[in-house]
């Protein structure tokens, strides 16, 4: 049976290739694929090679994707492969119906009429009504060589001009419809494109799902894409990523720009891996595509405010899908500079600097998080700090998200530390009619937070009652791996005891970090030895109680947690969380211990 196009993608998709080929071969990075010794023909030097979606041996030439190599190695035929593949994806396999089959063949149909538009539109740049977008392709520094091999175009004037021109190839306006080309006005079809220089969009393998367009002049909108249909669809769809795949697997950064003229400038400059999306912001579903590519795409949106916003916003998204695999760069631009724009003004060769330069994520976080902040004042300072928390607390890997809390929480302390000279010349002192300090709220709290480190250090067994609780209390850089460690100790520990503990935090090398705590916070804890555990629960939860954040931020937490139930009281997970917050915050409030006497 003929399977659709768009379901063998979808599967390609969800099934990484070296995974399935690494339950078999031994892999190993390379650059930025992997290699292994040939499955196909005895070797002892890897010459067999694994890709994004393919792989190849230069040894004995072999070469397929996932379901070629599934068929290869285990003699299965191409449907069974397909299944035992789907079936790990949690895809379901199309039915052989005649609904399946139309549908096909409207694919088919309307990949046809695209490929014939764009045959059109290309025709009509180079003829004498299309001089006007030429020379403003020419305008924009693009050779006629870029112009091609991107495809480029020109729409005519509309007004039935390509219905028209298509009618000999018996492609009637409801099939241009149907492929975004047209659509259904008031007294009949009309134009999608008119007036603009056209852009065709291709998906990850080459193949024609929709268009683009840009008016000349000051007309609004200044961009146009075609509308969703069967073969397009914006939030999976990257502009560029077929040209980019085959440089990024040469080695090329892939870089994510903002515009189509962002994209073919940066190829044109020899910055081959630029993909855009296509008049939405970054979704799930692009990240992922991207991270298939490359395990840091660099994101290079333009220089001003909504550049910035847009930057943030995927960062904010990505937080909660990032790992030790998959990350992100940031390439920040001067204001009022596109990659474009800069290309032109500043050359390839500062460009290449500038991108080379891309800073991590977990670098660039604090500052994308503290734009239009002010800090004026303590809540301002303690919001800032709820904020650096909360994003590092997105990100699934608890390993990671402690990395994050450590890296933010140390920008934020330098940032905000008091620094000699602060009064005027170094050494100078406040002059004596200056008004009282206000009280250290900040300093409080983090003595706080270090007795409630403590009291954790020796009663490990409250460690699962305040663990969700704890992870917002903020801790100085140097104390987050010791918080961690209790994390993992009590997930892992088959005895919840302070013996155990320090064998476990010897074992990381933290026993004696954990003793300066527990020493530096003696003075400040009143539970005796040999205090029973639900004592040190009611003294934790007192403190909880006094920190700044607390209450507040668990009721929000419980209000969130509350609305999510209601708007799916089916979700038993949703539920429990609404009880645990329920449960946390009454033990904030009164002090009590959670636990059983």
């Known amino acids: 049976m003929a399977l659709p196009p768009n379901f063998l993608d979808e599967l390609r998709a969800r099934t990484p290739i070296a995974a399935v080929i690494g339950r078999s ?26 890709y994004d979606d393919h792989y190849h041996c230069f040894g004995c030439g072999e070469h397929g994707d996932v379901i070629t190599f599934v068929m290869k190695t285990t003699g299965a035929s191409f449907m069974e492969a397909v299944e035992d593949l789907a079936a790990q994806a949690g895809l379901e396999v199309p039915k052989p119906t005649p609904q399946a089959a139309e549908a096909e063949q409207k694919r088919a149909s309307l990949t046809e009429v695209l490929e014939a538009a764009e045959r059109q539109y290309q025709v009509w740049l180079f003829m004498p009504e299309g001089q006007a977008a030429l020379d403003y392709l020419r305008g924009r520094g693009l050779s006629e060589a870029t112009i091609r091999r991107f495809g480029l175009g020109w729409s005519g004037e509309g007004r039935g001009q390509l219905a028209a021109a298509l009618r000999a190839r018996e492609i009637k306006p409801a099939q241009l419809i149907e492929a975004g080309l047209m659509k259904q006005g008031e007294r009949g079809p009309v134009d999608m494109f008119f007036s603009r220089v056209m852009f065709p969009i291709r998906d990850r393998r080459g193949g024609l799902i929709s268009f683009g367009g840009r008016v000349l002049g000051d007309g609004q909108p200044k961009y146009v894409n075609g509308p969703e249909t069967p073969v397009f669809s914006k939030r999976r769809a990257l502009y560029g990523l077929d040209l980019a795949r085959d440089s990024v697997r040469k080695g090329a950064k892939l870089v994510v720009v903002e515009g189509y003229m962002d994209v073919i400038a940066l190829a044109q400059a020899g910055f081959g891996g630029a993909v855009a999306p296509l008049g939405t912001a970054l979704t ?48 920040s631009l001067p204001p009022r500079d596109d990659p474009d724009s800069l290309i032109r003004r500043e050359g390839a060769a500062a460009f290449a600097e500038r991108l080379a330069a891309a800073v991590p994520v977990s670098v660039a976080l604090y ?14 300072k303690a919001a800032f700090r709820h904020s650096l928390v909360e994003a590092a607390n997105k990100i699934p890997d608890k390993i990671l998200a402690g990395e994050y809390r450590a890296a933010l929480l140390e920008q934020f302390f330098a940032a905000h530390r008091a620094r000699p ?3 005027g010349k170094p050494g100078q002192k406040p002059p004596v009619s200056s008004p009282p300090p206000r009280p250290d709220a900040t300093g409080a709290d983090l003595r706080r937070a270090r007795v409630m480190l403590a009291i954790l250090l020796a009663h490990p067994a409250l460690i699962h009652d305040v663990d969700e609780a704890f992870a917002h209390v903020l801790l100085p850089p140097a104390e987050e791996e010791l918080r961690q460690a209790l994390h993992d ?16 935090l010897q074992g990381l090398g933290l026993a004696e970090a954990a003793e300066i705590v527990q020493a530096q916070a003696g003075a400040e804890l009143r539970l005796p030895p040999d205090a029973h555990t639900s004592e040190a629960a009611q003294s934790w939860w007192s403190l909880y109680s006094l920190m700044e954040f607390s209450i507040d931020m668990l009721r929000a937490q419980r209000d969130e947690a509350q609305a999510r139930w209601l708007a799916q009281p089916d979700d038993a997970a949703a539920l429990r969380r609404l009880i645990k917050y329920n449960e946390l915050l009454r033990a904030a409030q009164t002090g009590e211990a959670g636990l059983e006497s």
């Open 421 to 423: 000279g602060m009064w």
């Open 367 to 380: 500052g994308l998080l503290a734009q239009g902040r002010t800090f004026k004042t303590p809540e301002e």
């Open 489 to 504: 100790f009590a997930i892992s520990a088959k005895r919840l005891d302070t013996a155990s503990l320090f064998t476990h």
């Open 25 to 50: 071969v031994k892999l190993v990075r390379s650059g930025r694929e992997r290699k292994g010794c040939c499955p196909f023909h005895g070797e002892k030097t890897p010459s067999f090679y694994v």
């Open 284 to 331: 799930q579903e692009h990240l992922e595509e991207l991270w298939r590519l490359s395990p840091a795409p660099v994101i290079c949106f333009d220089g001003d405010a909504a550049g910035q916003r847009a930057a943030l916003r995927t960062v904010e998204m990505a937080l909660a899908h990032l790992g030790a695999d998959r990350t992100l760069h940031i390439l």
